[in-house]
């Protein structure tokens, strides 16, 4: 009995040394300057957004949180530098959809998109858009389903690229709608866009920020948005799923470090995020970017992932779009 009893005291003092050693990792996380790298050039949205978040999140934790653009290979160059470092909170990456489109485009990587990161909470989210240019015939998303259907293959859709989510949404809205057209891929850029405006391309699923300019000006007719439901940015477009039930595609961007990470490090930065977004003139910025800002918990960001790594590797390979 003696010894049941002083196994359960020792138990008792390493748990309460264990709660205490984690607030204590709480209370004095960080005492340095962060790194924060996402994997997409310096002025782009991602760039951007990481930047927001930087300030928030310098602020909050009351140290410098320094911004590391790393791109290359759709977001997985800054991902292998990252895993690089030790889970100690100071190197950190902003994630995008992309993380989870490349789990299903490429046939291997040099890390596991799940099980190699602690997600950590989304920023927000951001929908695409289907365009055609002002004067064409098509005016809606059932008319492009008609003209599709009457003409398999004939029309073209452009994306920045092989693999890209908007490739991924267009060959997902081709096979919801039972229809075919012809992908024309491009190396991202302003090409898509310029072509569809000068019509060697008949419709494009692009993002917001590309299309929003163009649309404002009177000089492309949007047909849909990709999210389920209407965008808050612009709430005038019917979203695809009106006529294509089911029809849903968002990409995220989000925080994420090296899988183990101490739980009161990712409960802080956590919290921080959560802040960041609770504040107004970060939202307003964020919602000028074309995104719509939310937070989730870590245990949410990794269904979420998962979720969506399911959903493109299905794409793919119903499309027979070839691994890289």
Not at 111 to 133: C, E, H, K, W
Not at 182 to 192: D, E, F, K, Q
Request: net charge positive.
């Amino acid at each position: 009995m003696l010894a049941t009893a002083w196994r359960t005291l020792c138990a008792g003092i390493l748990s309460t040394f264990l709660l205490i050693e984690g607030a204590a990792a709480q209370e004095s996380y960080p005492t340095r300057s962060i790194l924060l790298t996402h994997g997409f050039a310096a002025g782009g949205n991602g760039d951007v957004i990481s930047r927001v978040f930087a300030d928030g999140l310098s602020t909050r934790l009351k140290q410098p949180v320094v911004v590391e653009p790393r791109p290359g290979a759709g977001g997985n160059t800054a991902s292998a530098r990252l895993l690089k470092s030790p889970p100690d909170g100071y190197t950190l990456v902003s994630l995008t959809g992309a993380h989870a489109v490349s789990a299903a485009i490429y046939k291997s990587l040099s890390f596991d998109p799940m099980n190699d990161f602690q997600m950590i909470s989304t920023y927000g989210y951001f929908a695409f858009l289907i365009a055609v240019r002002s004067d064409s015939a098509i005016k809606s998303v059932a008319d492009l389903i008609k003209v599709a259907k009457s003409s398999p293959g004939k029309l073209t859709y452009s994306s920045p690229g092989v693999g890209s989510t908007q490739h991924l949404a267009g060959e997902l809205f081709t096979s919801m709608a039972g229809v075919k057209m012809t992908h024309v891929p491009y190396r991202g850029g302003t090409g898509p866009i310029m072509d569809l405006i000068g019509g060697q391309i008949d419709v494009s699923f692009e993002s917001m920020s590309v299309v929003e300019p163009q649309y404002t000006g009177g000089v492309v007719r949007v047909l849909g948005v990709t999210s389920s439901n209407r965008w808050p940015s612009m709430p005038e477009i019917e979203p695809v799923a009106t006529t294509v039930p089911g029809y849903d595609v968002q990409s995220w961007m989000g925080l994420a470090s090296p899988r183990g990470l101490p739980q009161p490090i990712v409960q802080r930065l956590y919290e921080a995020v959560r802040s960041v977004l609770a504040d107004t003139g970060a939202v307003e910025r964020l919602r000028k970017l074309g995104m719509n800002p939310g937070a989730s918990t870590p245990k949410e960001m990794e269904t979420m992932i998962s979720s969506q790594i399911a959903k493109w590797k299905k794409v793919v390979a119903d499309s027979k779009i070839p691994q890289r």
